[in-house]
């Protein structure tokens, strides 16, 4: 119990102070109307949002401001994407590609309005649901954590990047593995962190320091978004905006089981490393459908259909947090981008992460969800106007936000050619099938990899025995080579051998 309320003091303490900070609102409000606006424009995404915003705030301003910036933007880039999914039936980003299912066919009948109403509830309640999750068992994990030492969190790094390439792969989860390998790789290069002695330098200077975070953020999730977009620049006709916005609360409270068990799945789905609040979606959407009375109604205009979807993906965020703050894995692509702000700011999530960022985290999480809500609500026409923006006014002006955000982390020309080396590689890597957010991952816990394996080899005097002698290491061990041994073709066909068995 004293535990507990000295949590809820520790949190009514940050939110009072960021409550009392003019500022506060002003990047609040700035950060969710760019996400809203980056999550309304198809082509730009929640992961496009936070990482442009990386390269401009980073470690520019007060870390309070940072975060309000990028967890706004990242709220409101999630929630944006139901604009274009009701109004024109192209989803604004993957995150709400379920959305599209039901809110076209609403806003086609005249209920357009009331569509983007409830979706505006719906994913204000969803991440506050998520929120919650997070302030409740970031704390239970954190604790259970305490004895994780260097085995332990080499391998944890290890089972982030090949999990994160196991469940992000459209094609042969190989590619993810090569994915996250290659930016294990890149992490390698520059000064050793445990002897200082260059590595894979080839005599330049620049690269002492390693591939830095943000170009490489910049590159990888920035360059390829804009240059497909620039290759669609298709946008099609925005169906009129009929019916009031405003929510009926007889109408909210009708669906509120719906929006809660879909809070309770996103949540869920997003604590999973490296899924995303697409699958979120698409699982939540999944799920209503098989249990609701109406399930034959989705896809033709179902309202639960529509909240199912819409709730999911909001309190995704929340979930994953979860991962993020306290193993250091991101929950999704926009998380991972975060987790490059954290790490130029150096803070390293993880088990020793301050707790005092957590609930700094939570109450901007609150508060950038109460600010979505009334934007929603009361500005939503302007954000239908943004809609109409051509294309090849828009992705231009984003670029050039790239460029700068990228420069001004160095200040160097160099910062620019890494930029655009990894954007042009992660753009014939996304033509051939090979997820992104990986190799992205790789570069950010490949750092802590190197440096845990090999400190933990130098303590046990390069005894490997030190990964399978202490028990959780053991067990993340096992956890890596039975993720591995999961896609090798004998041992999926031993395993369905066993489950026929085990059936029969």
């Not at 609040?28 to 401009?56: H, R």
């Not at 000064?191 to 002492?208: N, V």
């Not at 002698?469 to 053991?474: D, N, Q």
Request: glycine share 12%; proline share 5%; net charge positive.
């Amino acid at each position: 119990m004293d535990f507990v309320l000295t949590q809820l003091a520790g949190f009514g303490s940050a939110m009072s102070a960021l409550i009392i900070d003019p500022l506060t609102y002003i990047y609040l409000i700035v950060s969710v109307f760019l996400g809203i606006t980056f999550g309304a424009l198809p082509g730009l995404t929640a992961t496009l949002a936070v990482t442009i915003l990386t390269g401009f705030f980073g470690n520019k301003v007060p870390l309070d401001y940072s975060l309000i910036a990028l967890l706004g933007a990242y709220v409101g880039a999630i929630y944006g994407g139901s604009y274009p999914s009701i109004l024109l039936n192209i989803p604004g980003t993957a995150a709400s590609a379920a959305t599209a299912m039901d809110g076209y066919p609403l806003a086609k009948a005249g209920r357009g309005g009331e569509a983007l109403g409830l979706t505006t509830t719906a994913s204000f309640i969803g991440t506050l649901i998520g929120t919650l999750a997070l302030l409740i068992f970031v704390w239970l994990l954190l604790l259970l954590s305490q004895n994780i030492a260097s085995p332990e969190k080499a391998l944890l790094a290890l089972f982030g990047i090949l999990l994160s390439g196991t469940l992000m792969s459209e094609d042969l989860v190989v590619k993810g593995w090569i994915s996250g390998l290659i930016g294990l790789a890149m992490a390698m290069v520059g000064l050793d962190p445990l002897l200082s002695e260059p590595r894979y330098t080839f005599d330049w200077s620049y690269m002492l320091s390693g591939f830095q975070v943000v170009p490489v953020l910049m590159g990888a999730f920035a360059v390829p978004q804009i240059m497909d977009g620039m290759r669609h620049m298709e946008l099609g006709q925005v169906t009129e905006l009929k019916g009031r916005i405003v929510p009926n609360l007889r109408q909210v409270r009708r669906y509120l089981p719906t929006i809660s068990r879909s809070g309770v799945i996103g949540t869920g789905v997003g604590a999973l490393p490296g899924v995303g609040e697409d699958v979120a979606g698409w699982v939540s959407y999944g799920v209503g459908k098989s249990v609701s009375r109406e399930g034959d109604k989705f896809g033709k205009g179902s309202l639960e259909g529509l909240l199912s979807s819409e709730t999911a993906n909001n309190a995704c965020i929340g979930g994953a947090l979860i991962p993020l703050l306290v193993l250091g894995i991101p929950g999704s692509p926009p998380a991972a981008a975060l987790m490059g702000a954290f790490k130029i700011n150096n803070i390293i999530p993880g088990p020793t992460i301050d707790p005092e960022i957590i609930l700094r985290v939570v109450a901007i999480m609150v508060l950038a969800s109460l600010t979505m809500f009334v934007m929603g609500l009361f500005t939503a026409r302007i954000f239908i106007k943004i809609l109409q923006i051509p294309k090849v006014v828009f992705l231009p002006i984003v670029m050039v936000l790239t460029t700068i955000g990228s420069f001004s982390v160095g200040g160097g020309i160099n910062d620019l050619y890494l930029m655009l080396g990894v954007g042009f590689v992660a753009y014939f890597m996304n033509l051939q099938k090979f997820p992104i957010a990986p190799l992205v991952i790789g570069v950010i816990l490949g750092s802590l990899f190197d440096e845990t394996f090999r400190r933990s080899l130098l303590i046990s005097n390069g005894d490997l025995s030190v990964f399978v002698s202490r028990p959780v290491a053991a067990i993340l061990l096992g956890l890596n080579l039975a993720l591995i041994a999961s896609q090798i073709p004998l041992a999926k066909r031993m395993f369905q051998r066993l489950k026929r068995k085990a059936v029969s």
